[in-house]
């Protein structure tokens, strides 16, 4: 019970380990830690600090605009001020004093009608004047106006009159009234042609129909305190000025300010809205990468180690972007990035990755146009001018090139902004300065891309190919026969991949790597046999096939060893696939126990070729031993050999798995025959000459 138990456990992790090494797995795995990575890296710059801040608290340091803003609490009082300084419009209803008017004007008619009745005793009089009056009076007033003269009565109504037109003309507030009242009563004691009866009398008719015809114009003052407050200049706080300093008492305005700026954080917790629009931004971004390497880039997409390298890449050097852009935002190395991911995967896609850091890194960091396209121009440049770079020394030169180009690029936006030279000067060295670094990160970083992630690069390949690489230099010296013959087998597979669309420099580094396995047993291989001796002969065939056989195991171990790239290694066991030693398995037929002898103990263990460099060093490794072998290499001889020796190839099925058409092998075949006549010309047989019958001696 307890077996199967652990059966079943052992199953299990297992299977777990089988679903997380499938591709799609892993690229999910790496695309969840790099969206993460990347928000923990820049997701505190897509939005500054949030500040926890109360009406009444003091502001915890000096708090400044994030943007251009109106002022409007200051603004707002400022219209109220100006709404205020424009006084109050009233409007005189003229209606009214012509009403007024006409009332003193009736009075004084019915008045002359009763005083001209003459069969009326005085008192009748009075009660008839108090019945059809229109103006209510006292008892003693009634009996002024029936008892002054007609003179008095005419002289009075046209003072009265008078005082009424000269009083409401202007107009006569509510609030007045009174006060007006006054002054005219003061006005008629002033009077000396009017008896005191007549004064009195005036008096009390005045107060009695005088009345407010001074009225607030509601709709012309709204109209004119309207206007004032739209002249009002609107306050405006511009980007980067001091909302609120250290230590001062927030009020309601400067939390209002405050809040406008997205700097206020209202709720506790995180701040979800800006997580999710961070995280919403880097997916978006990552999408695009992920599509154009679907689409365009097939071989990337399914490359985990490519993506991983191409995913820290972007993580490094947007944390060190960042880090510079506190020194200035002229120093933030995008062309790292571009040159390294030219170099170690491909120039369209650090285009591409050029285009979206610049965007992204200028997005998080000053959201300035003019820095995105400078980041954008300079780290094009770097990718062109990196394209094909096949010393070290040729990524300083891009590095100087970078340089250049931002120097005439910030030069440029400062002529068109009209910055003063100095400043123009004072940038453009951070410019200087971008370039050079990112050449000296480029370089520096560059071995560990190389040797960490396994990735053959050119200038990788040509370091190998140096004369001087300890293994080759071991070649040399202990098995110079091999040595030179795995020189030609490099110069012909370089031709041969250059014709046919392959790596030549793989293939030819290739080459010169196949057969260091021979170093373990140098002389048990016929081109290091010098004194005529052959190992073989002293022991039997299927020692001297394992012996053999073994070089490419050999080799792969001394590759470990000296650490050469995988690509290397892969040709140098890949290079005999699993062809026959026919010269051993012949032998082995011809012996005492032939009949037992089974053709697979005498193949390689292969695997078969899997790329076209492989192949092709395996054809010109068979072609160049058995040219070397031929005794009379003639044109027709040597291009009949090499087609007999890739047909055996193919018909023996070593060339199944290597991507090679017939068409190449035909190419392959051409330039073969091409290089070997360049090794085995004729050469023409100089004459004995005798030096003295030369000189002229007997």
Known sequence: MVSNKKKEDKLTTKNMFSFLNKTIVKQILLAVV?????????????????ITVKVGDLA????????????????????????????????VETSVQVKIKNDINRFFII?????????????NKMEILQNRTNINLGIEEYSIALSISGDALTTLENNVQDMISQVMGMGI????????????????????????????LGISIIEKTIQPNKFVDVDTTFQKRQEAADQVTPVVIKEGQIIVEKKQLVDERIYSLVKKTGLLKETEGPDYKLIGGTMTFILILEALIVSYLYIFDKEVFYDTKLLLVLAII????????????????????????????????????????????????????????????????????????????????????????????????ISAFGFIHGVEFKEILYTSLYGALNGLFSAILTIGSLPLWENLFDILTPLKLLELSNPNQPLLRRLLVESPGTYHHSIIVGNLSEAAAEEVGGNPLVARVGAYYHDVGKLRRPFFFKENQYNGENPHDKINPSLSTLIITNHTKDGDEL????????????????????????????????????????????????PKPQTKEAAIVMLADSVEAATRAMPEPTKGKIEGLVR????????D????????????????????????????????????????ELKGDN
């Open 559 to 606: 590759a470990k060893k000296y650490k050469l790239p995988s690509a290397i290694r892969d040709i140098i066991i890949q290079h005999h696939g699993q062809t026959l030693v026919a010269y051993f398995y012949h032998k082995a037929l011809n012996s005492e126990n032939g009949d037992t002898v089974k053709a697979e103990n005498f193949r390689y263990a292969g």
């Open 34 to 50: 790099f969206t993460l990575l990347m928000y923990f890296i820049v997701g505190s710059s897509m939005a500054p600090e949030r």
């Open 111 to 123: 008045l002359r009608e009763i005083r001209n009745m003459e069969d009326e005793t005085h008192a």
């Open 173 to 200: 507030i509510e609030e007045e009234l009174e006060s007006k009242k006054e002054s005219i009563s003061r006005s008629f004691e002033e009077l000396e042609h009017l008896s005191e009866n007549a004064k009195t």
């Open 314 to 409: 972007i993580l490094s050097i947007t944390a060190i972007s960042k880090g510079m852009y506190r020194i200035s935002e002229y120093l933030m190395p995008i062309s790292v990035a571009t040159m390294l991911i030219s170099i170690l995967i491909n120039p369209k896609l650090a285009i591409l990755v050029n285009l979206i850091m610049s965007i992204f890194i200028g997005t998080i960091t000053v959201n300035d146009m003019n820095i995105m396209i400078l980041l954008l121009i300079g780290g094009t440049v770097g990718t062109f001018a990196i394209i094909n770079t096949h010393q070290r020394y040729n990524i300083v030169l891009t590095g100087l090139i970078v340089s250049t180009i931002n120097i005439l690029t």
């Open 60 to 91: 915890p340091d000096d708090i400044r605009a994030t943007k251009e803003m109106i002022d409007e609490i200051t603004t707002e009082k400022l219209k109220e001020e100006a709404m205020k300084s424009i006084d109050t419009i009233y409007r």
């Open 653 to 692: 099925g070593q060339l199944d798995e290597c991507g090679l058409t017939l068409k190449d092998l035909n190419t392959i075949a051409n330039t073969f025959v091409r290089v070997l006549l360049g090794i085995f010309h004729e050469r023409i047989e100089y004459p004995k000459l005798d030096l003295a």
């Open 644 to 651: 007999q020796i890739i047909k055996d190839k193919l018909n």
